[in-house]
């Protein structure tokens, strides 16, 4: 019986088989684990970068708002709330 690896690519969608890429002894199976660990530490590092940009965004989109709600109650007569 032939243990056949499965591992995921990049798109998350597919699955490509191991069998060949198989590491043969311990240096092998070290350099693979440790390269699959800097694999995931990167796309980690990828998606927390991609998230902290949209919340920077959203907070600038906030402070956007605030400013011309200010304006727009200032145009109308209305006095804003107060801090």
């Known amino acids: ?12 969608d597919s699955y490509t088989s191991m ?3 198989d590491p043969k002894n311990v240096q092998e199976l070290t350099q693979y684990v440790q390269s ?3 694999n995931i530490q990167d796309k980690f590092q990828n998606m927390s970068d991609q ?8 907070g600038n989109r906030i402070d ?7 304006d727009l109650m200032t145009q ?8």
């Open 1 to 12: 019986m032939v243990d056949e690896k499965v591992e995921m690519n990049n798109d998350g």
């Open 19 to 21: 069998t060949a890429n």
């Open 51 to 58: 998230i902290l940009t949209r919340i920077d965004e959203m």
């Open 64 to 70: 956007d708002l605030e400013k011309n709600i200010g």
């Open 76 to 83: 109308a007569g209305v006095e804003g709330p107060e801090k």
């Open 36 to 38: 699959l660990l800097q």
